[in-house]
Structure formats: C-alpha cells, structure tokens
C-alpha cells in the first residue's frame, strides 16, 4: 500500500475506527547456551515487532532493572552472553511492514541479530574503564589499554543511551567521573564524540488500529530517509512515545542513542503545533 492509501488525518479526541495494515506478526525464537524460548511478538513493521519483545524477554531472563536492546551480530556467530534470535522460516514470514507503511527499511528476516543486556554490558565496560583510567599509568602500553576501554565504553553508552529512556546522554561528564582529575583528551577527543545534528520535516500522523502513528522525514548527517514512532493520547493530547517500546529504538537505528531526546522533543513540538493546538 502506498502513500495515497494510509493519508495524514487531522487527530479526533476519539482516535480512528479505521481499518488499517495488517500486523507484521509472528512467532519469534531466541536461544543461547542455556535453553531456548519463543514469544509471540507484533508491530507495524518486523523492527517494531521486534522492539515490542524486549521488554518480555528482560523480564523473563533477567533482574527486573535489566535494559535489553537487540542488535546485528558482529560476526557469524552471536555475542557471549547474548541470546540468538530466530525469524521464520521463507515462506512462513508476513510482510515486515516498511514498504506498506512507506518508511526506511531497517531490521529484515535475513538479519542475524542477537538480544543482549544493555545495562550489563554499560557497567562492565564502565568499571573497567574506571579501574584503568585510574590506575594505568602513561607508557604505551597503559595508554593503548585506556584507549581500547574508551572506545568499548563509547560504544556501550550509545547502547544503553539507545534503549534505556532514562540513560544519560551526557558522555562527557561521564568521562570525567571515571578519569577524576586525569585527562581524558588525550584518549579521545570531545570532537570524536560530537553526533551530528538532526533535522525532521513532513510530520503527519496516519492511523494505526484504534490510534494514531507519526510519520515523519528526517536527515540526519549524510543519512536521510522517513521514520515512524507510535503516539498515544493523554487529557485530549496527542504525544509522541519516547518511553517504553518506542519504535526509535531500533535493532538497526535511524539515530544514535544520544539524539533521540532531540528527535524526540523535535517531534511534540510538530505535533502540538499541527494537532493539539499550541
């Protein structure tokens, strides 16, 4: 289905009883060392579905504080400490939604993607970066070993920043917590960990079920491309989901973890001066 089939509609306080694109609904495997469970998972796209089942799998397989994200795996096999996740078989697979909905094709069946625990991985990589960053020393080999620590802390930040909604998106202070009064500069610099800015435009809602979604162009650095995010409604107003099972945060991402508050921001004000009045 096209553009033209799922048009923008100005919001009701009663949100559409329209009939609208099919789910991208499945059974979804994932397995590691110790077992192997399956889920029944949903969404307008194969990335939302997926998204959708995090929270269930967090709670199934780990402390309830846990923050589970999903990725592609780095190589041909998933991470230590990570479970596998398997889609179904060709010819037992929906649509995964993206042309339907006219959005960025992210997440497909062909991916291999792993689920891991996101808080886990920050917190080993950010005691490790402290006890080194502390304690290590200024020889070549001391500094190599902070450098590769940063780099593994970078990346878990933006991870953790990406799936936990209320992760701090401040690398910098974090950066010197960990050093105390060492410089951390000379390890990576504050123009390596600049993100680059993001502009939306064309935000329009289109309906999903009983509710809204916002659909919206974006450019972000030399990337550009339509996203999409679930709303839902409070005391007659419409927002934007930034909490819980936003579809932003993607196995295959639009926006690094530390631009999604301003996307996010950048989205309610689209909406609250389009639809809710302001």
């Keep these: ?16 009883s329209v ?26 796209t194969l990335s939302m579905a997926l998204t ?10 780990a ?15 998933r991470s230590y400490g990570c479970f596998e996740v398997v889609f179904p078989e060709e010819g037992r697979r929906p649509t995964d939604g993206y ?22 991985e920050f917190d080993t990589a950010e005691g490790l970066l402290r006890c080194c960053a ?16 940063v780099q593994r802390y970078l990346v878990a930040f933006d991870n953790i920043a990406l799936w936990d909604p209320k992760a701090s998106i401040d690398i910098e202070n974090g950066l010197d917590d960990l050093f105390e009064d060492r410089d951390w500069t000379q390890f990576i610099s504050r123009a390596e960990l ?18 809204w979604l916002v659909r919206f162009d974006f450019v972000n650095g030399s990337d550009r491309g339509t996203e ?37 921001d950048m989205l309610q004000e689209a909406i609250d001066l389009l639809f809710n009045g302001n």
């Design 99 to 120: 042309a339907e909905w006219n959005i960025r094709a992210s997440v497909t069946f062909e991916d291999a993607i792993e689920i891991f625990d996101a808080s886990k």
């Design 194 to 211: 600049q993100v680059p800015e993001v502009s939306i435009s064309n935000v329009a809602l289109v309906p999903h079920k009983d509710a």
């Design 134 to 149: 502390q304690e290590l020393g200024d020889d070549e080999k001391s500094v190599q070993i902070i450098r590769d620590g």
């Design 63 to 77: 402390h309830p504080r846990a923050v589970f994200g999903a990725r592609r795996t780095s190589g041909s096999e």
């Design 1 to 16: 289905m096209n553009e033209t089939a799922i048009p923008a509609m100005q919001p009701s306080p009663i949100p559409p």
């Design 52 to 61: 959708n089942a995090l929270p269930s799998v967090a709670s199934e397989e």
């Design 228 to 264: 999409m995010e679930y709303v839902h409604q409070k005391k007659g107003r419409l927002y934007a989901t930034r909490y819980g099972c936003s579809a932003l945060r993607s196995a295959v991402p639009a926006f690094r973890g530390r631009q999604l508050p301003r996307v996010y």
């Design 19 to 44: 009939k609208t694109l099919a789910e991208c609904e499945f059974d979804l495997y994932y397995f590691d060392e110790h077992g192997d469970e399956e889920l029944e998972v949903a969404g307008p």
